[in-house]
């Protein structure tokens, strides 16, 4: 059963750079058809993506946070990950990991990130 | 960007009847449309894409339609784990792919 895991901080603080690692069991990310993506969701909110990534290394983000995202991935681990940089309190939200195909399924438990000053 | 604005914000209905939400894209997104559930503590689920077509293991009384720029979910019957805030997001034309703000269904 494909699984995946959010993991990384609960708090950061104000202009440091949150770091999130997904990791996926019970498939390859290398393998397939699917996209692997991030999205968050502030409290009391929908949801926003923040980017996707394919296997073969493309990569594509939201345009609104292009300048402060980085998505990368190590498939030896089967594992991709997320940087967000500059944070402000604005980037206090649940941050998800989940894979796309046509719609976003399964997703991770989410990870709450608070940025305080 | 598409924006996706959903109609009511909250519904209120009760357990067995009809619950209608609606889901309008700001252009064309043709049938790349999925709906999501979303109960409290938990990740969204996904229940419906390709605008009408049911996720793995999503009950009969989920049914989507639409295309274009109007696109509707309904659940036939509501149960008691229906009430929920449900999304749509569209993946037509993306980067971004978008999602509406909510329907809350509740009792």
């Known amino acids: 059963q494909l699984q995946l895991q959010e993991s990384g901080p609960g708090l950061v603080k104000s202009s440091e750079t949150l770091s999130l690692t997904c990791t996926v069991s019970g498939a390859s990310i290398s393998s397939g058809v699917y996209y692997w993506g991030w999205i968050r969701q502030p409290p009391g909110k929908g949801p926003e993506w923040i980017g996707n990534?394919?296997?073969?290394?493309?990569?594509y983000y939201n345009p609104s946070l292009r300048s402060r995202v980085t998505i990368s991935v190590d498939t030896s681990k089967n594992q991709f990950f997320l940087k967000v940089n500059s944070l402000t309190a604005a980037d206090t939200a649940l941050y998800y990991c989940a894979r796309h195909r046509d719609g976003f399924s399964p997703w991770g438990q989410g990870i709450l990130v608070t940025v305080s000053s | 960007e598409i924006v996706m604005t959903q109609s009511p914000a909250t519904l209120s209905v009760s357990p067995g009847e009809r619950a209608t939400l609606s889901c309008r894209a700001s252009?064309?997104?043709?049938?790349?449309l999925a709906w999501y559930q979303q109960t409290p503590g938990q990740a969204p689920r996904l229940l419906i894409h390709?605008?009408?077509t049911r996720a793995t293991g999503v009950p009969a009384r989920f049914s989507g339609s639409g295309s274009g720029t109007e696109f509707t979910l309904t659940i036939s019957s509501l149960q008691s784990e229906d009430f929920a805030v449900y999304y749509c997001?569209?993946?037509?034309?993306?980067?971004?792919?978008?999602f509406g703000q909510g329907t809350r269904l509740e009792i």
């Open positions: 252009q064309s997104v043709s049938s790349n």
């Open positions: 997001q569209q993946y037509n034309n993306w980067p971004p792919y978008t």
């Open positions: 990534m394919f296997h073969s290394g493309s990569i």
């Open positions: 390709g605008a009408s």
